[in-house]
């Protein structure tokens, strides 16, 4: 099902990002970290390993993080919760 929500703060952004960069590895798409920081679908590989400019402004996430470990820090501390309410997502009442 999609859905769209308008993003108006800067932390809805981050966590936005956060779920769509977990999106593989919680749908069990890609089996690990190592896996999804390489995956090549996900832009997650040119925030977190590439020093190139490509075709994302990499700078209006990566500002809110002092470091790149930071950054991987903040994206897999809530892989497991976002999995686990992926698959319990199912039980709500709508």
Do not use: C
């Not at 966590?15 to 919680?26: E, K």
């Not at 190139?52 to 402004?57: K, N, Q, T």
């Amino acid at each position: 099902m999609f859905k769209a929500v308008r993003i108006e703060t800067d932390e809805q952004f981050l966590h936005v990002a956060r779920y769509i960069h977990l999106n593989p590895f919680t749908s069990y798409v890609v089996k690990s970290f190592a896996d999804l920081e390489t995956w090549s679908w996900s832009s997650l590989f040119d925030y977190i390993k590439s020093d190139e400019r490509g075709i994302i402004d990499r700078e209006r996430l990566m500002d809110s993080f002092k470091t790149v470990e930071k950054f991987k820090k903040f994206i897999f501390d809530q892989a497991d919760y976002q999995r686990n309410l992926d698959d319990i997502k199912h039980l709500l009442l709508e």
